[in-house]
């Protein structure tokens, strides 16, 4: 049996507590706010067994206070965030990462087996902690760095918060001409689907690889607003290879 | 039975003629290549029933040379493409457009029935052919007309070729780091399937529509590529609406 303590109440906290439930092997002992004095709530549990993580999904910008206030405790002490290292957390103590690179809705369930989880601790038998709990809520753990979790976060940005907009364009577009917005959908999908198998590289389709320029420029002037033109011409440009492919 | 025959031998007109296949109630009398001569091409089918459709799958340029040759045909004549009006087919036949919206590839077979096949007509008894054609192989028909076209065809390249090149980049960012991009697979299909039930006005996360420009700034700084940089702030400024939503 795994001890976890949960601090926090947003959605990967709700998230994790839910899952964690379903497991026979992991108990959430307490969920705490983060809000105020933690260390009196937590000493306010005093008759709660002692926990083998403490694991903080609050804000990024609050993890370092809420850390230092378990800067006594000898758990383990994890965040769940994408872009804070793990040197944040208070030195001296055992800390860990574990980052479900997923994007949480609250109202929204999910099914946690395919989600990968990002793991990082500094020593062994922590890693080997977190990677217990980690394989009993789903079937894909990466051991991922500081470093490479700021850059995952990077990419999550792109593959899911831009791409996210670029829907809410295309849904726009249609609306204005009276086009429900589910006819997307299985192109949507579809998209999403089809480089399971194939490279984005490969995928690409649509005039910008094709170097069409007559149906380019008839595109960008069909366009009304400016931003829209913009974010046209900067993605085509980017598609057709104008820049070099260097982060 | 809907007799039908198919010119051109790329993409789409292999998919429809493999989806048409499976039907007992179409049958695909010829596919014809679209270089060189069609008339004879067809003449010399002499033996072949008359075609109820006359189908173009050709690329957007080469329509209105193909379908000038039918010009005496009193077959319906379609073209299958999002941006191509129906005007470009010549005057005088029964001519329409029959669109189905979505990416095909070589290699990938794909399940019709969910595809949204956008049909056009001039006369109603052609647009319930080709409604009778399209229920045939599809779920999912709607009547669009050649402007609402062009739009959807828009709408197309920004949640469909733009949205895969923002997986390319995402993959790249991760590669720089020895990350697989198979990692990104989870995140990439919720993201998709968030907006089946949910707006993606509401299904939208991340810095820039939190307004965080700790983490916007931080972000941009860490990308080393210009390009990479100057879609970040484009795509971030479009998300934190310092441009009106007007097409």
Known sequence: MIKVSLIGKGKVSQHLNNVFDKTNTISVVEVLSSRGDLISKINQNNNAPQVDIYIIAVSDDAIHAVATQLAQTKSLVVHTSGSVSIQMLPEGIRRGVFYPLQSFSENCSID????????????????????????????????????????????????????????????????????????????????????????????????????????????????????????????????????????
């Open 112 to 247: 946690f087996k395919e989600i990968p989880l990002c793991i990082e601790a500094e020593k062994q038998e922590d890693l080997n902690l977190l990677n217990n709990l980690a394989a009993l809520i789903t079937n894909s753990v990466f051991e991922i760095s500081s470093k490479q979790r700021k850059s995952l976060h990077l990419a999550a940005v792109f593959v899911n918060n831009f791409t996210n907009h670029l829907y809410q364009i295309g849904g726009n577009i249609c609306k204005q001409q009276n086009i429900p917005f589910s006819i997307l959908s299985p192109l949507i999908s579809e998209t999403a689907r089809k480089v399971e198998n194939m490279s984005p590289e490969k995928a690409q389709t649509g005039p910008a690889i094709r170097n069409d320029t007559k149906t380019i420029e008839a595109q960008i002037n069909q366009l009304e607003n400016e931003n829209y033109k913009k974010i046209y011409r900067i993605l085509t440009d980017s598609i057709s290879k104008k820049h070099e492919e260097k982060l």
